[in-house]
């Protein structure tokens, strides 16, 4: 389980707030838990946003469920005259195959990427000194349309100003980051593994 109080503290602090604190000037992070703590982990990421914004740091953190944001971006996209959303789910009763693709088409094309931009850099700039953080999770319920791998290589260019930190159901094993302590996700090297970094074992 998370130790909130560690990961609270390495967040708080200054020198961790900066940017560039990163390896290779990266500053993506990754917190790896077993899946089956997934909905603990989600209430854990509420209490640890709420603490950050306490006085002596009043950080806010831009928390985004990735799989919440599929579905929004599903929903909000027309096409044919009805969502992207409704017409995946009438295409899936009549062809799971075909559904299945178009829906792994979607959310890896640009469009859902500029979507997700657009939201982060509304939040993000102007720069401001206590918004130093975006967290993300979801990647289980995401899966296997859209992988953490995926998305931190395609937004690398958004990561300067802030840093993020990745809650991945999952493991760090032999340097590489595996999904449900299964799949092997590439991609994912440059990251900074965060159990490492609070002194906790590896799942």
Same mark, same amino acid.
């Given at each position: 389980?998370?130790?909130?109080?560690?990961?609270?503290?390495?967040?708080?602090?200054?020198?961790?707030?900066?940017?560039?604190?990163?390896? $290779?000037? =990266?500053?993506?992070?990754?917190?790896?838990?077993?899946? #089956?703590?997934?909905? /603990?982990? %989600?209430?854990? !990421?509420? +209490?640890?946003?709420?603490?950050?914004?306490?006085?002596?740091?009043?950080?806010?953190?831009?928390?985004?469920?990735?799989?919440?944001?599929?579905?929004?971006?599903?929903?909000?996209?027309?096409?044919?005259?009805?969502?992207?959303?409704?017409?995946?789910?009438?295409?899936?009763?009549?062809?799971?195959?075909?559904?299945?693709?178009?829906?792994?088409?979607?959310?890896?094309?640009?469009?859902? $990427?500029? =979507?997700?931009?657009?939201?982060?850099?509304?939040?993000? #700039?102007?720069?401001? /000194?206590? %918004?130093?953080? !975006?967290? +993300?999770?979801?990647?289980?319920?995401?899966?296997?349309?859209?992988?953490?791998?995926?998305?931190?290589?395609?937004?690398?260019?958004?990561?300067?100003?802030?840093?993020?930190?990745?809650?991945?159901?999952?493991?760090?094993?032999?340097?590489?980051?595996?999904?449900?302590?299964?799949?092997?996700?590439?991609?994912?090297?440059?990251?900074?593994?965060?159990?490492?970094?609070?002194?906790?074992?590896?799942?």
């Amino acid at each position: 389980m998370i130790n909130i109080d560690k990961l609270y503290d390495l967040m708080a602090d200054k020198g961790f707030q900066e940017p560039t604190t990163g390896n $290779l000037f =990266f500053p993506a992070y990754i917190y790896t838990y077993p899946p #089956e703590n997934e909905y /603990e982990i %989600r209430e854990q !990421l509420q +209490l640890l946003s709420e603490k950050l914004k306490r006085p002596n740091n009043f950080l806010e953190c831009m928390v985004i469920n990735i799989y919440h944001e599929m579905i929004e971006y599903l929903k909000s996209t027309i096409f044919a005259n009805e969502s992207l959303f409704d017409s995946i789910i009438r295409s899936e009763k009549e062809d799971p195959q075909e559904a299945h693709e178009w829906l792994w088409h979607e959310v890896n094309d640009e469009k859902f $990427l500029l =979507f997700l931009e657009k939201k982060v850099r509304q939040y993000f #700039e102007p720069v401001h /000194e206590k %918004r130093v953080y !975006l967290i +993300l999770y979801g990647f289980g319920s995401a899966f296997p349309y859209l992988r953490a791998s995926h998305l931190l290589a395609r937004t690398e260019k958004l990561i300067k100003e802030f840093k993020v930190v990745v809650f991945y159901p999952g493991e760090y094993a032999k340097a590489r980051y595996h999904l449900f302590g299964l799949l092997d996700d590439d991609h994912m090297y440059r990251a900074n593994n965060l159990n490492i970094q609070l002194g906790e074992t590896t799942n």
